[in-house]
């Protein structure tokens, strides 16, 4: 079944928010300063390329530029994508089948808002062992 929700959600949106976080990442790689949020913006790509199955958790190593980081992220970019995810999972969420596209959207605002300080992984794996995962990829 996730197999079949990632390819309509790749169908119907999922490539061009990836494309769109894709080109974002590149622009902020072009300065040094603003990396960081590059390697956030093609985690998020993607994340958003195959979103069924995967989930967000923290990074346990994660410290205080991160939090920083998110803070300078929430305010230029993350509460408009947050936005934007919202909105279009409310028009996704008016057709049956768009509703578990919907839920998708829903799932990537976390990251959007916040993305510095976090890890994405397979759902499988956090199921197999809660609370390791994390700590096992440092």
Known sequence: MRLVLNVLWLIFGGLLLALGYAIAGLICCLLIV???????????????????GRT???????????????????IVA?????????????AQAVTIIG???????????????????????????LRAYPGQVAASRR
Do not use: C, M, Q
Not at 34 to 52: D, V
Not at 78 to 90: F, M, N, R, S
């Open 34 to 52: 603003t990396i960081p949020f590059g390697i956030a913006s093609f985690r998020i790509a993607n994340y958003t390329l195959w979103p069924f």
């Open 56 to 74: 967000v958790v923290r990074k346990p190593t994660a410290g205080v530029a991160s939090a920083i980081g998110n803070v300078i992220w929430f």
């Open 78 to 90: 993350g509460w408009w994508l947050a936005l934007g995810h919202i909105l279009t999972a409310i």
């Open 99 to 125: 509703i578990p596209l919907a839920i998708a959207n829903v799932k990537l605002v976390p990251v959007s808002l916040v993305p510095l300080g976090r890890e994405i992984v397979d759902a499988d794996e």
